[in-house]
């Protein structure tokens, strides 16, 4: 019936619901799966390993480190309305990474290259900061 000369290319009822129904889970697992992808990315700005939270009254700042990069990033602890924020990552003897505005939901992130050298970052939400003091030495 499906195969040579006799093809007339109809589809057998149980085989059109099977292609339907396969349809049909992989859309809803799309569906399903993509905000979960975006929380995943929302939730690590950095590539590498969380090597320190800071957590403070208005918001939280995280170090990531990798292999020969450090990158950090401050997070408001309540997002919506847009308010100074900043982080800055500095490796030690060179220039600090900065951005500062006024944003919704975080700073950052930021990246210095830090092999061999320790670093120290600074976050800022609403006028209120924290650091972590020199680390990964």
Known sequence: MFGGAGNTGKVRPGRACARLLAMLTAVAA???????LQQADAAAPCAGRLVKTVRFATGELRVYENGQYACAVTFAKNPGARRQMSISLQARGGRPAVDRG??????GPVTVHALNRCVRATGSVSGTSRSTGWILC
């Open 30 to 36: 799309f569906t399903l799966a993509g905000p979960g």
């Open 102 to 107: 006024r944003f919704r939901r975080q700073a």
